[in-house]
């Protein structure tokens, strides 16, 4: 009996680190990702960030298949946001774009 338990015990752990290990993004961490590389280059193009910068109406996961060669997953992505720049003004970035995330510490990133 306790033999069948162990099995039982070690299956589910083995089952749990293979799904979060070798798991692709979630449309939650896409949004998150994508949103933190914005931030990041509205910082670097301007000097600040304000929160008022960015309007998003959609982040859309389409679908993600691994990028074997490069590592990570490359993702379609659908969104529609109006970035606020400097000397620009409001800009729309609109359509599907196809986007390669990677899983750091921090969470999943956007690699260009």
Known sequence: MKNSNLI???SVVMN?????GGA?????????????QIKSQL???????????INVRYIKKIGCHKAEEQGGYLCDVDIDVDLK???VG?????????LRFVRTDDGWSVVQ
């Open 8 to 10: 039982i015990v070690c």
């Open 16 to 20: 749990i680190i293979a799904c979060s």
């Open 24 to 36: 692709e993004p979630s449309e939650n961490e896409i949004k998150q990702a994508m949103l933190s």
């Open 43 to 53: 910082e670097q193009s301007s000097g600040v960030f304000k929160e008022g910068d």
């Open 85 to 87: 720049l400097p000397f």
């Open 90 to 98: 409001v800009q729309n970035q609109k359509g599907v774009q196809s």
